[in-house]
């Protein structure tokens, strides 16, 4: 089956906008701590690369891999760590940096992982945010963009490995949450 692409929701430019405005934020709370910023792959590593090259303060990177959707296009609400930690994160400051936050579910057993862990601090910075679909509390310090809940991808968000390429993020057609 061929998935199209529906409207765009979110232009190149306000991404790069928000993203600057968010390393901004992230690098005035973090001087001097050199956090550890945990990039939760594989949607991400985009996000994650751009926010990097805004900061202007020492950061070290590790990247968590996780999986609730498979190929699917809804969450299954099991979460499975695919790729863990290489750093060990207690006493360091850590920022789990999410491409999307939606039910909430992974994010929340994310955090719950981490603080296990006993860091000295763990947040939050997800790029979007789906209103109205959270089924779990999940704290998130730094928020870059609430979207409809529809099935996005782009800027590393994908619907079966495609679409990550794409510098913006738009619906995808014909896909109801």
């Known amino acids: 089956m061929e998935m199209e692409l529906g ?13 600057r405005e968010l390393a901004q ?14 990039g939760i792959l594989k949607g991400g590593f985009v996000f994650l690369a751009d926010l990097a090259r805004n900061l202007t303060i020492p950061v070290q ?3 968590i891999a996780v999986s609730s959707y498979g190929l699917a296009t809804a969450s299954s609400g099991v979460v499975r760590i695919l790729k863990d930690l290489d750093t060990d994160v207690s006493g360091r400051h850590v920022l789990l940096v ?32 789906k209103v109205s679909q959270q089924k779990v509390p999940v704290q998130v310090k ?5 979207i409809p809940p529809v099935f ?4 590393g968000l994908d619907a079966g490995e495609q679409f990550r390429q794409l510098p913006y993020v738009a619906a ?4 109801a949450e």
């Open 61 to 63: 990177f590790d990247f």
């Open 142 to 146: 730094y928020q870059g963009f609430w």
């Open 25 to 38: 934020e992230i690098s005035r709370d973090y001087q001097g701590m050199n956090p550890v910023l945990v």
């Open 172 to 175: 995808l057609k014909g896909q």
């Open 7 to 19: 409207e765009v929701l979110l232009t190149e430019e306000q991404i790069k906008g928000r993203v």
């Open 98 to 129: 999410e491409d999307i936050v939606d039910t909430g579910l992974t994010l929340n057993y994310l955090v719950k992982n981490i603080k296990a862990r006993k860091p000295a601090s763990v947040e939050v910075c997800a790029l979007l945010l």
């Open 152 to 155: 996005v991808v782009g800027y």
